[in-house]
C-alpha cells in the first residue's frame, strides 16, 4: 500500500490555486484523494455532481488522483480509504489558525492522520473560489483564476 492522502474543499468553483496545491500533492503521495465536501453552512453555486465533474475534467491528466464526495467526519473518510494523510493548503497567515484549529480538531478524532500544509503559489496567494464567483457574477475576466472548463460553467450558471 503506497501513501495516501485526502484533500478536501468545497472546491465551488475549482480554482488554479487548489489545482496546484493538487497537482503539487500528487508529486508526493501515491493517490490522492480531492474530496469536495458538502459544506452546510454555504450556499454553493454548483451542485456536490457538478463540482465533481469539473475536478475529473481539470485533473484527468493527474494519474494518481482520484475524485469523491463525502458528507460528514474528513477523519472517517480518510479511514475509509486508507488515508494517512490530509492535504491543505495555505494561501496567507490568515488561514493559519482556521487550519490550525481544524487540524487539532481532527487529531482528537484520530491521531493516527497527519496533515501536511502546501503553502499555495504566490500568485495564487489572494485566489478564492468567492472571489471567482464574484468576478464571474460581474461577468469579469476569469481566465488566469480558473481553467477553461470551469470559467464556460461560470458563464453559463450566471446566465442563467
Do not use: W
Not at 491543505?88 to 496533515?115: C, H, K, P, W
Request: charged share 25%.
Amino acid at each position: 500500500m503506497g501513501a495516501i492522502a485526502v484533500c478536501p474543499g468545497s472546491f465551488d468553483p475549482i480554482t488554479y490555486g487548489h489545482l496546484d496545491i493538487i497537482r503539487r500533492g500528487a508529486k508526493v503521495f501515491d493517490q490522492i484523494y480531492v474530496v469536495v465536501l458538502n459544506n452546510s453552512s454555504k450556499q454553493p453555486l454548483f451542485s456536490v455532481e457538478e463540482r465533481i465533474e469539473l475536478i475529473k475534467e481539470v485533473t484527468k491528466d493527474i494519474p494518481n488522483v482520484k475524485v469523491d464526495s463525502f458528507q460528514g467526519l474528513l477523519v472517517d473518510y480518510a479511514k475509509n480509504v486508507n488515508a494517512h494523510a490530509i492535504i491543505r493548503g495555505l494561501r496567507a497567515v490568515s488561514d493559519f489558525e482556521y487550519e490550525m484549529q481544524i487540524t487539532s480538531m481532527n487529531r482528537v478524532l484520530n491521531d493516527e492522520i497527519e496533515t501536511f500544509f502546501i503553502m499555495t503559489n504566490n500568485q495564487y496567494s489572494f485566489l478564492s473560489s468567492s472571489i471567482v464567483k464574484e468576478v464571474a457574477k460581474y461577468n469579469g475576466k476569469v481566465t488566469e483564476l480558473v481553467p477553461p472548463c470551469v470559467e464556460k460553467a461560470l458563464k453559463a450558471k450566471f446566465k442563467e
